[in-house]
């Protein structure tokens, strides 16, 4: 599309009003705010807010996502490049373009000078490359996936090391820590703990040597889900702790509601009821403040709505096991719902597993089953694993016909 012929567009990023730029390209696409939203990880809410918001200081990366989803040269919404001077330059880099750009340059002489337009340009770049990473990893194999983040990662380092001073450091250290925490996401839906939990510390580190907390807080949040995960419940109820602490009092909600669903599933895994409901209502409280803020700074800019609430009492429900929990239809739907295919699978087994408690085995097996089709598909070796510590939980001297069938599936299963 020809953004330039858009006179009311070219007028807004003139004045400085980038949410209303977003507003006139969304619609000459026909987009909603609620899809372009989605796309983005945020509500429909916190998607007019941002258009709403007039001239004044914007989130960049929301800029950037939202801008790379709609097609708009990064200069309409001020992603300019800047020179040694903060001063905007003239040429301004497309995004994915100048990633290209970068692992096409060699690299550069210890006594030559920083290009002009080293600094948030490649930045922005690099993270808008690394988020359509992570959008991939929805329905693309990790081993399909690895090798490129991992070059990714590569070329991140290689450029942070050409940085010009501190700042710029600090700079490319938060993106790197973003990509190390993506590598780490990989390593773990591969089933490979030992270098998933590497990638994690390597990406807490880089977060304080970029001298963000929220970053920091956001790293050590993750490894936490995946301590808990993993079944070290007690390291994941800590680092939920010290990830608070790193927020301090004024936490963003979609923060807290994510550390305390992580809280809430550690304390299922070990059969604590009372603590799980405690965790719930936290969360649930925490989530439904979301819509009222603003959209976070990065890297808080996935969605955290009823839908993961949803998902979180469903996962819940499976690790604790016991007859007196309960879900309506609907909140097994909204869980369901997902558009991540790895993340539906896993949700679908702990459905099954619901249903093999209260001894429907048909069903259970049923839907078992399409999840391990799902995860041979998409090679994940986490769901693959998670379905057969499903099988563990059910013995039976004669078993019926479906489990054999699964039985035979799971044997066949190699990735």
């Known amino acids: 599309m020809d953004w330039a012929a858009n006179k009311a567009l070219r007028e807004a990023a003139r004045d400085g009003d980038y949410g209303l730029v977003i507003r006139h390209a969304r619609r000459a696409i026909g987009l909603t705010q609620r ?9 429909q809410s916190a998607m ?6 007039g001239v004044g200081t914007y989130n960049m990366n929301l800029l950037a996502s939202a801008a790379s989803h709609l097609g708009i040269p990064p200069n309409l919404v001020g992603l300019a490049d800047y020179d040694r001077n903060g001063n905007s330059t003239v040429e301004r880099r497309e995004f994915l373009a100048g990633v ?6 060699p690299a550069m002489p210890q006594h030559q000078a920083p290009p002009p337009d080293w600094d948030s340009g490649q930045a922005a770049a690099l ?7 992570r959008r991939l990893d929805a329905n693309v194999g990790s081993r399909d996936l690895t090798d490129a983040v991992q070059a990714h990662l ?32 990989l390593a773990w839906d591969m089933a490979d703990h030992g270098s998933a939990r590497t990638w994690y ?31 070290n419940t007690a390291e994941g109820l800590r680092l939920t702790t010290r990830a608070r602490r790193q927020l301090g009092p004024d936490l963003p909600a979609i923060a807290a509601a994510w550390l305390a669903s992580i809280e809430a599933i550690a304390h299922a895994t070990t059969g604590d009821e009372r603590a799980t409901e405690r965790a719930l209502r936290s969360c649930e409280q925490h989530t439904a403040r979301v819509p009222r803020e603003d959209p976070p700074p990065w890297p808080w800019v996935f969605s955290f709505d009823e839908r993961k609430v949803a998902s979180c009492r469903v996962v819940c429900g499976a690790r604790l096991g016991r007859s007196w929990w309960k879900l309506t239809s609907s909140e097994i739907t909204a869980a369901l719902s997902s558009g991540h295919e790895k ?4 949700l679908t087994l702990d459905v099954a ?25 998409l090679r994940s070796g986490r769901v693959v694993e998670r379905a057969r510590a499903f099988r563990r939980t059910y013995t039976s001297p004669t078993p019926p016909g479906i489990v054999r069938d699964f039985d035979t599936l799971l044997h066949d299963t190699y990735l």
């Open 353 to 377: 597993t619901g249903h093999l408690s209260t001894g429907r085995i048909d069903s259970a097996f049923a839907l078992a089953t399409r999840a391990v089709h799902d995860g041979v598909r």
């Open 48 to 53: 007019s807010r941002l258009e709403d918001r």
């Open 343 to 346: 993340q539906r699978a896993l």
């Open 35 to 43: 899809q372009l939203g989605e796309a983005c990880g945020l509500s």
């Open 154 to 185: 590569r070329l991140i380092q290689r450029v942070a090391a050409q940085a010009p001073d501190a700042s710029h450091k600090a700079r490319m250290a938060a993106v790197g820590s973003e990509a190390a925490s993506l590598v780490g996401w």
């Open 201 to 231: 510390g390597s990406a807490i580190k880089a977060a304080r040597t970029a001298g963000d907390p929220l970053l920091a807080a956001y790293q050590t949040g993750s490894l936490a889900q995946f301590e808990v995960e993993a079944g």
């Open 100 to 105: 290209a750009a970068i692992a096409a340059t």
């Open 127 to 133: 993270r808008v490359a690394t988020a359509a990473f």
